[in-house]
């Protein structure tokens, strides 16, 4: 079974940091780019990185561009989104996501909760 | 960066009664439009890519139209597991921008 499991999240003051973890399995995780997309509490959705299947290329929105780093480790099936000078704005489910049918996300975690409070 | 407005906000429908949902971009598309599916508590689902393309699964009474700035989705014959929200999504260019949504809600 295709799947993404993401972990890493919780309570963390302003300022602070925060590593999450997106552990693929079922697919050639090496074959895919993936992105990280959040959604704040009754908020739409808001994509947040972009990451190329070799890790080599990079896009960020600029509201995270210089806080916020994605990468992978394709050994071990696992992305990683490593976020730092959290603000309370950046409070949201994280989900990771595979990339198919050229630019889409076809395939999801379930989130895991970052909330940013002192 | 590209904005994407739906309309409308929300779509009070019966099961058994067709929905038309609207994704209007700031600027052309071209087709590279995907609409995605998300319910209470769960993940999004992909439902369409490339403005027309039904994702693997995802069921005939859904289709997708237009190119340009302004697109379709049309659930033919809502089911009770259609009433959700809504998301268009571009692929034209950085940064990946969403819409903000439509729910479909039961009348």
């Known amino acids: 079974e295709v799947q993404l499991l993401e972990s890493g999240g919780g309570l963390v003051q302003p300022g602070g940091s925060l590593r999450l973890s997106c552990a693929a399995s079922?697919?050639?995780?090496?074959?895919?780019?993936m992105r990280w997309v959040r959604q704040a509490p009754g908020k739409g959705l808001e994509w947040v990185s972009a990451l190329s299947d070799t890790g080599a290329a990079t896009h960020y929105p600029d509201f995270v561009k210089g806080r916020f780093t994605i990468s992978r480790d394709n050994s071990r099936n696992t992305m990683f989104l490593q976020m730092d000078s959290l603000r309370a704005e950046d409070t949201a489910v994280y989900y990771c996501a595979r990339v198919a049918y050229s630019f889409y996300m076809d395939v999801w975690g379930k989130g895991t909760t970052v909330i940013v409070s002192s | 960066e590209i904005v994407l407005t739906q309309s409308p906000a929300t779509l009070s429908l019966s099961p058994g009664e067709r929905a038309t949902l609207s994704c209007r971009a700031s600027q052309s598309l071209r087709n590279n439009l995907g609409w995605y599916q998300q319910k209470p508590g769960q993940a999004p689902r992909l439902v369409m890519y490339d403005a027309s393309n039904r994702a693997t699964g995802v069921p005939a009474r859904f289709s997708g139209s237009g190119s340009g700035t302004d697109f379709t989705l049309t659930i033919s014959s809502l089911e009770p597991e259609d009433f959700a929200v809504y998301y268009c999504q571009q692929r034209t260019s950085w940064p990946v921008t969403f819409g903000g949504g439509t729910k479909v809600e039961i009348k």
């Open positions: 079922g697919f050639t995780f090496s074959d895919y780019a």
